[in-house]
């Protein structure tokens, strides 16, 4: 059987001040797809709202648009599932094996409190799939719970873009929190690379975690492996 992949993206198009742009980052969604794409995996792109997901300026200069975020932007056929990705209502989540989350600043703001994502992927946790995420993505998964109450990630290790990372991108004074912190603050088991921008993926049992944007591809095999 086809394993089925959701791949969770943003509306948000800006921090706070309108005047500080950010959305997806492109790479962190290019290099999961890709190595999805190259198993034979079917995959749908799925954002809080729906249609059209912005993606984040600074993934689009030298060095982080690398050759797998170049080959999107100039496939019409890939910009196109990025102007019209689903609505979590337009999705049933027994038709996936896997929800992967994708980063960028912007998730910070949609994904959290998104009723409809924390649904999706508490549904597809309990059938058995895989639930995923890179860089900011597990803000996506800090308000999810069980049907049991539970939170998804209490006592779980797990990683994620960190606070010495945030002031080393020279964003801390604009993201609206401290994920890190939050994550640690829900009973999560935070682990980070022993420098900050090194690629690290965790595994804890079908919870797959990456750091940052080079830790894509590493998310992106962890889940191949358990799928």
């Not at 409190?113 to 649904?119: F, H, N, S």
């Amino acid at each position: 059987m086809t394993r089925r992949i959701l791949l969770v993206v943003t509306n948000v198009s800006h921090f706070d001040d309108a005047a500080e742009p950010t959305g997806l980052w492109l790479s962190e969604l290019t290099h999961a797809y890709d190595l999805f794409a190259a198993k034979g995996y079917d995959q749908r792109l799925v954002s809080p709202k729906g249609g059209r997901s912005p993606l984040e300026p600074r993934s689009l200069k030298w060095p982080n648009a690398d050759a797998s975020a170049k080959r999107w932007l100039a496939d019409p056929a890939c910009m196109a599932l990025l102007a019209n990705t689903a609505r979590p209502a337009d999705i049933d989540a027994k038709d996936f094996d896997a929800i992967y989350f994708t980063g960028g600043h912007a998730v910070m703001y949609d994904f959290l409190a998104d009723e409809g994502l924390q649904r999706l992927t508490r549904d597809i946790y309990e059938r058995g799939g895989v639930v995923a995420s890179v860089c900011h993505g597990y803000c996506g998964l800090l308000n999810t719970r069980l049907s049991d109450g539970s939170l998804l990630i209490a006592g779980r290790r797990l990683t994620g873009f960190t606070w010495t990372e945030e002031i080393l991108a020279g964003v801390a004074k604009l993201v609206p929190y401290n994920a890190q912190e939050e994550a640690s603050r829900r009973g999560a088991c935070f682990e980070k690379a022993w420098l900050p921008f090194l690629p690290k993926a965790v595994v804890d049992g079908r919870l797959v975690t990456g750091q940052n944007p080079q830790s894509a591809k590493a998310t992106a095999q962890r889940v191949c492996e358990l799928l």
